[in-house]
């Protein structure tokens, strides 16, 4: 479901918005939000719901690892899209996982016209690290269908 009041889907977003996120706001386009609900010094898998305001995007990146690693996303509120590198965007909705594997080049995001929410987790691997890229243009994000 899409949510362009903020009112609305707060209500929705059963994780929280949290707090703007400024440590990384260079890699995106608009405004996101971070919460984090897992603590790093108590496990070493950390999960974070990340809020993003409609139109909100992140740059391309690229979870590097030798072995292991990648990423996941729970997407739990609102709209958004994920895409890798040379493939066709997925439409994102609420209860869906997308499985995002080490080395691979992709972004993710809000549509422009929904609040949108996903719990990102980190995958555990060896000698990981993020690569961030170039920004999604505006071309390519407004050229952007629904199914």
């Given at each position: 479901m899409k949510y362009l009041s903020y009112e609305d889907f707060e209500i929705a977003n059963?994780?929280?918005k949290g707090t703007p996120n400024e440590a990384f706001s260079q890699y995106f386009i608009g405004n996101s939000?971070?919460?984090p609900l897992t603590e790093p010094k108590e496990t070493d898998l950390f999960l974070a719901n990340v809020t993003f305001e409609p139109?909100?995007?992140n740059n391309w990146h690229i979870h590097k690892s030798s072995s292991g690693g990648g990423q996941l996303l729970?997407?739990?509120?609102?709209e958004g899209w994920y895409q890798e590198k040379d493939k066709a965007a997925i439409s994102l909705t609420p209860g869906m996982?997308?499985?995002i594997p080490a080395?691979?080049?992709?972004?993710?995001g809000a549509k422009k016209d929904s609040w949108f929410s996903h719990?990102?987790?980190e995958v555990p691997g060896e000698n990981t690290s993020n690569e961030w890229c170039e920004p999604v243009?505006?071309?390519?994000?407004?050229?952007l269908e629904e199914d």
């Open positions: 059963m994780f929280g939000y971070l919460n139109g909100c995007r729970i997407c739990t509120a609102g996982v997308i499985t080395n691979v080049k992709h972004w993710h719990i990102a987790i243009s505006d071309e390519e994000y407004n050229n």
